[in-house]
């Protein structure tokens, strides 16, 4: 089976008693796909998404990638991407550093990486504005370089959690559209986590409902 | 094996660093004071008891409690209405004279007790008051060392003092006096407990200051344990006083965190704004109260200056200049230009140490958890013992040859003793500007490929350098300064500048008082320079973060 599958994944947060945020959730990803993962604030699909990154260790479940199980790859080595709700830049770097953050994990070349960058920026729209300071930037174009900065490394997988959530509603509607054009364009496997229904509809081609740690 | 077993594992050997370093310079020394302390041959509880028991320890007990009783007294009587003139009254220049009033705070307890040896001595300007090696003198040094805290603490809580309480009360009939005594007092109350708990626990454990002023005729258990050790050779006693010491700290570091706990309790969180301008009616509050804390904190500082320049024919800068001479050999083997060259390396290797320490703690306590709480509790340890107990427990301990490796008289053991003493300040500022950063960012960071050692790098190490570059100044600070465990392990062929200051304090001739005061000035002008470097540093962490 290609692509990301996740089979029966727990996820258990320790306290007295601990709390299940995720009972068993199982689901598919094919390679070029987008799939939405829609439930209400809490029902742990937030969970759902850093176990299967791999910022959050499950209890039980197994995550493979093209049929090789990845459950014990630490993260930084699984080659999957995310996409915070606000962004998470680094505050000390300036926008095409931030994009070129993974490049340089990956040990790139510095031309290649500079191409690399400006292409990326070209695509999600903010061409030119490599030099600037991510402080200084609106909502809506942090999240931008905060999605330029996770596909620069090229995922496997590009995880989004609730991207757009921080923006206001008319930024939304356009920017979910465009996102899922950038996606769309990338050629990247992406499983997006997000509470609008309609959200959902514009960017994924299958929508999973989730609610109270389980998948419908 | 599982991730989390992997993670904890190298949690774990992360913290042998620290864990190993304390283990080795703080509480095997501690240790061994309690065992010298306890035991001669065997179990020898009749032998502490007869310690204890002295007439010489009763004495140096009811000296401690009454300096500390004194000195707190001292301090909360000039510093609450200090606190209501640059507090809770608004004028122009209170600033400068706040940030004026901290910096004794800043000084090491040398420079303090050379600037009253040198006021109070018998050819200094207060010279007629035969103050010199009295109670008044140490009860007066104890006060501008410590005037400060309360001045911050009280301040803070007067300025936040909401003054709706106060109109209240007189519209229900109660005159100024009234409101003061039922309402602003009882409103001030735990702040100024706090501050008193704190105070009492740095007089109790002054040294420096006691030692110098009180010479041989005011002795306190800190000064005591020196005495036993350096002229009475009688290691067992200095042991059985440690542990009375350690006891006595204990208990006053348990009533200052329950005069803090209610403190918080009582200040609820709520900013509030209680200033109000200054009126012409309080300048017969604010000008006797400015102007003996003027006097208190400016005329020490004065006389320092004065007489380091003070020659037997009037006015010159030979004193200085004999700095960087061969004093006699009965008084120092060295220059005291030497000893400021041992002095800065020492505090170098110190803070270096402390801060590469600190470091690997603040980054193991970022994520709280039940064991980075431990590690928290032990790293905190030296904050509750007095440094003249780490001083001798380390020379207890270290020398004789430790694995094999001789360590008698190593010159290295002083700043391990200042590392020591500087930890638990390098932690907590380390610390919360780690927990400030944003967990997710080093998520973002692991998910673009950086792995564990590169998002440290990367990200933590980044937003970080500033504050450790406040903490390596806090260190070198202290450490320059540290008087009361250098004392014990520096070798007599290498002093420190304090210990160098200390040994001509109490030599005769103006030749050597003179130089005393010169290198005092000296040692005071390099620690307010670190100190207003490393507070200008932490001015631009707080606009980073």
Known sequence: MSGLTVEDLRVEYPGTPPVLAVD????????????????????????????????????????????????????????????????????????????????????????????RVEELLEMVGLAGYGQRAVTALSGGQRQRVALARSLAPRPKLLALDEPL??????????????????????????????????????????????????IQ | MSLAARRSLSWWLLAAVPLAFLGLFFLWPLGSVLVHGLFDGGFDAAGTWAVLASSRTADAVVTTLGLALAGTAGSVALGV??????????????????????????????????????????????????????????????VFYNVSVVVRVVGGAWAGLDPSLGAAAATLGADRRRVFAHVTVPALMPAIASAASVVFLFCATAFGVVLVLGGTRVRTLETEIYLQV?????????????????????????????????????????ALDGTRPFRGADAWVALPTLLTLGLLLALPLYSLVERSLRTIDGYGIDHYVALFSEPGRTVLPVTVAQAAVNSLVTAAIAAAVACVVGQLVATLLTRRSRRSGALDAVVMLPLGVSAVVVGLGMLLTLNRPVLGIDLRGSWWLVPM??????????????????????????????????????????????????????????????????????????RPDRPTLPTAIYRLLGRPGIANIGMAFAAAVVLAVMTAAIMMVSER?????????
Request: aromatic fraction near 8%.
């Open chain 1, 24 to 115: 068993g959730a199982s689901l598919t990803v094919a390679p070029g796909e987008t799939v939405a993962l829609l439930g209400p604030s809490g029902c742990g699909k937030s969970s759902l998404l850093g176990a299967i990154v791999g910022i959050v260790e499950p209890a039980a479940g197994r995550v493979r990638w093209d049929g090789e199980d990845v459950t014990e790859v630490p993260v930084h080595r699984r080659g999957f991407g995310l996409v915070f709700q606000d962004g998470q830049l680094f505050p000390h770097r300036s926008v095409a550093r931030n994009v070129a953050f993974g490049l340089e994990m990956a040990g790139v070349a510095r031309e290649e990486r500079r191409a």
């Open chain 1, 165 to 214: 959530s921080s923006l206001d509603a008319d930024l939304r509607a356009r920017l979910a559209v465009e996102v899922r054009d950038i996606l769309h364009a990338a050629g990247t496997a992406a499983l997006v986590v997000t509470h609008d229904p309609a959200e959902a509809e514009a960017m994924a081609s299958r929508v999973l409902r989730m609610s109270a740690g389980r």
């Open chain 2, 81 to 142: 209405p200090c606190a209501y003139v640059l507090y809770r009254l608004r004028w122009r220049g209170q600033l400068t004279v706040r940030s004026l009033v901290a910096v004794p705070f800043v000084l090491p307890t040398v420079v303090v007790a050379a600037a009253f040896s040198a006021l109070l001595g018998r050819s200094g300007p207060l010279g007629f008051l035969d103050l010199d090696q009295s109670v008044v003198a140490i009860v007066a040094a104890l």
């Open chain 2, 230 to 270: 350096n002229q009475f050779l009688d290691l067992r006693s200095a042991a059985v006083l440690s542990i009375l010491q350690m006891a006595f700290v204990a208990l006053a570091l348990w009533l200052s965190a329950a005069a803090r706990r209610r403190r918080e309790r009582v200040a609820g969180g709520r």
């Open chain 2, 417 to 490: 003793a200042q590392a020591v003493v500087a930890l638990p300040l390098v932690v907590r500022t380390l610390v919360p500007a780690a927990r400030a950063i944003d967990p997710r960012l080093r998520a973002a960071a692991a998910t673009l490929g950086a792995s564990p050692w590169r998002v440290w790098l990367w990200v933590d190490w980044v937003l970080l350098r500033r504050a450790f570059g406040l903490a390596v100044g806090f260190a070198f600070a202290i450490a320059l300064g540290e008087f009361g465990a250098t004392t014990f392990v520096a």
């Open chain 2, 537 to 545: 540093m932490r001015t631009q962490v707080g606009a980073d973060l």
